[in-house]
């Protein structure tokens, strides 16, 4: 039994809905990439793989609505998920990745816990350095290898706003963050095409 009520389909066209931004509609696709290629890696079963694949790609559902006014961030989220059918638990598992974030006041006294909302705070924030890293490399990410991409992680003057403390909490899931690029980079391979990268 899955608990996603609606479609692949249906998830992005409900994302489609609410943004409209290129950049933007790229970071949600390869968070879904990374999402669903860290849930194979930890061999979840088929509907949990594709329960992390859905968070990754709605996570910021209200963001195109929300980014000129960052604090509201993640306010709108809850009711459009559950207009369109998604259990508080998804909700919930969708808001921690604002958790601990002070342009966030709503949540910025929380902390996450779950394997699940470890996994999706670090691999939307990990798209932000691959993505980069990729643009610097002439768009691609085909050869991209996981100990160049440590290299930028460990640079703090490389894209300088992705905030490696949360890709660090990858290794709350057993996994060293060796593991988490390599498993990121393959995620984000897959769909390359999709998101203008080669």
């Given at each position: ?39 194979t890696h930890l ?11 859905i968070l990754g ?79 610097m490399r002439q ?60």
């Amino acid at each position: 039994m899955s608990d996603i009520p609606i479609s692949r389909e249906e998830a992005w066209k409900l994302i489609l809905k609410h943004n409209s931004e290129r950049s933007d509609l790229n970071h949600y696709l390869e968070s879904e990439a990374v999402m669903r290629e860290l849930a194979t890696h930890l061999k979840l079963k088929p509907e949990k793989i594709e329960y992390w694949a859905i968070l990754g790609l709605l996570h910021d559902v209200d963001w195109g609505i929300t980014k000129n006014n960052v604090e509201t961030h993640l306010t709108k989220a809850p009711e459009i998920l559950e207009e369109a059918g998604f259990a508080n638990e998804f909700i919930e598992n969708i808001l921690s990745h604002g958790y601990g974030f002070n342009e966030l006041p709503h949540l910025a006294h929380k902390v996450r816990t779950e394997k699940v909302e470890h996994a999706l705070a670090a691999s939307e924030t990990v798209t932000g350095l691959i993505h980069a890293y990729a643009l610097m490399r002439q768009g691609r990410v085909s050869d991209m290898d996981p100990n160049g991409l440590k290299k930028k992680y460990k640079d703090k003057t490389f894209a300088a706003k992705v905030d490696r403390s949360v890709i660090k909490e990858a290794e709350e899931l057993g996994i060293t963050l060796e593991e988490f690029f390599s498993i990121a980079i393959e995620g984000i391979k897959k769909i390359k095409d999709k998101v203008g990268l080669s």
